[in-house]
């Protein structure tokens, strides 16, 4: 299976801003947990980042034409008003689970609305870094079922 990872803005930043909020792992220890997990579950993941809206866009675009099979995304807080991140997600049929490393519906107001999270399949949140995990698990289970 081919799954992409998308993150969002500043989460390229994971254990530099909020520890309190997203704890002190690194981005790289991200990275190297996927890299894991992938292995294991004889998979390729790519993992791609970028803190430009257009950027997401066209890679959620690129996803349709390459033979991605799953898309994870953590748009960051593109998730609470990027109605354009919604419509690429919903212009590409492959399954799509949001992630958010902290529990966005205990945070401000403004962050337990998603506008993307319509658009996927599945929202995960509150979870740490695992929650990227689970999403691959829960990505591979739904292939398995179809």
Known sequence: MKI???NGPNLNFLGIRE???YGTENYDTLLQMIGEKGQKENCQIEVFQSNHEG???DRI??????????IIINPGAYTHYSYAIHDALKSVSMPKIEVHISDIT???????????????????YGEGLQG???????LLEM???S
Not at 61 to 70: H, I
Not at 106 to 124: G, L, M, N, W, Y
């Open 55 to 57: 950027a997401i866009i």
């Open 143 to 145: 292939t398995r079922k």
């Open 106 to 124: 205990k945070r401000e107001a403004f962050r337990s609305i998603s506008v993307t999270a319509p658009a996927c399949d599945k929202q995960i």
């Open 132 to 138: 990227y995990l689970h999403a691959i698990d829960i």
């Open 19 to 21: 520890k309190e909020v």
């Open 61 to 70: 675009q690129d996803a349709y034409e390459d033979s991605t099979e799953g």
């Open 4 to 6: 992409l990872i998308i």
